[in-house]
């Protein structure tokens, strides 16, 4: 199998405010004051509605924390005062109302909503509803707009995906992470091995028309054997997306102060390599076909349009502590406690902690990072003169399919796929 050098690593996912839906980082990064009534730039303003449009709603509840979990959570014990999951969903509808009223008047139906945690499904579904129907009420849906929320397999049944569903919800994406119980243990996840595809199935008969499963890889303990055992597993449950995500061990998390005491090893990333060359093998003979670099799906109809939104530089507002919007070049991430999400909304006051206003380079640099991740590939025409010798040995090395080449794309081959976090790097210098 082909393998990575030392000092490259697996992309496993795209910059901060663009990943993995619902992964709402713990630390918030350092940028500009943000305005108290939530006001963007003129220029952000600009060409609204001209761009895909869609919502993510941040949830920040779980039951129990997982020991790889670095995301912006909280479990009863650990959320305090002045928050709970009681009010949550009125609290997140003053958001909504506030978007519509920074956003104006503009016609900005929404094409993608998407709800992450944390856990959505510990909330009532009807809560759930009220939420998506807040964002009706203030924007539209566009028609047949894609509505997902992620769950735990343990979290939801029968008569609560039927309520999901009946309150417009029409894709889900379940956390399995792996199949085997001793990998399940070292995640401290909680769902038994079996119960994803149950999930599945009750999801598929509740009328959800799309289904994924989310799996990791790389966890310590796992063999190459229980990675397929997971991925045989996923596959036989028949969804129509799988996400596979390499394990990042986070300081501050119980799993990096395991490793750190020697109990468990730290995750090779030539182990990684091979795990994901056997997920695009097996997906691929079971009918999936990658479309971004963690991401395959059976079909164009299953693949997550919301995080194609993201990746192809649409526009999205973030609701939740936490949670990063994108409009027009303007970036900006609430406050990180519920509490203190919840008292500035109260106060009529926009929860918006810090923000950045992107210049040419930094949404050019963007682009590159995440356009390059995708199936479509990059455009040869938008890479900077001085990059095109990168571009030239990516080529004869074998990290770029020849065919797209010649129609003016860059397009990673499975190579290139293992190394295009030190091939983005090397094009941005």
């Known amino acids: 199998m082909p393998r990575r050098s030392p000092s490259t690593t697996l992309m496993i996912r795209p910059p901060p405010g663009h990943g993995h839906t619902g992964s ?6 350092d940028g500009d004051p943000a305005p108290a009534t939530g006001e963007l730039p003129d220029s952000s303003l600009a060409g609204l509605g001209e761009r895909p449009f869609g919502f993510y709603v941040h949830v920040p509840f779980c ?3 997982c020991g790889y979990c670095d995301f912006n959570t909280y479990t009863a014990a650990e959320l305090g005062p002045g928050a709970s999951q009681r009010d949550y969903a009125d609290t997140v509808v003053e958001e909504i ?22 856990t959505p499904t510990l909330l009532p579904p009807e809560d759930l509803a009220r939420i998506l129907a807040a964002i009706d009420a203030e924007f539209g849906l566009k028609p047949g707009a894609e509505v997902t929320t992620e769950a735990n397999p343990e979290s939801v049944d029968p008569a609560y995906l039927d309520k999901l569903r009946h309150g ?3 894709r889900i994406s379940f956390g399995m992470q792996s199949a085997r119980e001793h990998v399940l243990e070292v995640l401290d996840r909680r769902h038994t091995p079996g119960r994803p595809a149950a999930a599945v199935r009750e999801a598929r008969q509740a009328g959800f028309e799309h289904v994924n499963l989310d799996l990791i890889y790389s966890t310590p303990g796992e063999t190459d054997d229980d990675w397929r055992a997971s991925l045989t597993a996923a596959i036989e449950a028949e969804p129509d997306h799988v996400s596979a995500y390499s394990l990042i061990v986070e300081d501050g998390t119980r799993l990096a102060a395991r490793i750190k005491r ?8 030539d182990v990684a390599a091979d795990r ?6 097996l997906l691929a003979e079971a009918g999936f ?3 971004e670099v963690s991401n395959w799906a059976t079909s164009e109809a299953a693949r997550c349009r919301h995080n194609l939104l993201y990746w192809t530089g649409g526009d999205w507002w973030a609701a939740g502590p936490g949670a990063h919007s994108h409009v027009g070049g303007t970036r900006w991430w609430n406050v990180k406690h519920p509490a203190a999400y919840a008292r500035r909304l109260a106060d009529g006051a926009s929860p918006a902690h810090a923000r950045e206003v992107l210049g040419p380079d930094d949404r050019a640099a963007e682009r590159l990072m995440l356009e390059l991740r995708l199936e479509s590939g990059y455009p040869l025409a938008e890479v900077a003169p001085d990059a095109r010798t990168v ?10 399919e020849p065919g797209p080449f010649k129609a003016g794309r860059m397009v990673l081959t499975l190579q290139g796929r293992l190394l295009a976090d030190a091939l983005i790097r090397d094009l941005l210098v």
């Open 63 to 65: 039951v129990t924390r």
């Open 24 to 29: 709402v980082p713990s630390t918030l990064p």
């Open 262 to 269: 020697g109990e468990l090893p730290m995750p090779d990333d």
């Open 276 to 281: 994901y060359l056997i997920a695009d093998q």
């Open 391 to 400: 571009v030239a040995s990516a080529l004869a090395r074998g990290l770029l």
């Open 168 to 170: 417009g919800f029409n």
């Open 289 to 291: 076909g990658w479309y």
């Open 97 to 118: 109302r506030l978007a519509r009223r920074v956003l104006g008047t503009a016609d900005l139906p929404v094409e993608t909503v998407f709800f992450g945690g944390g």
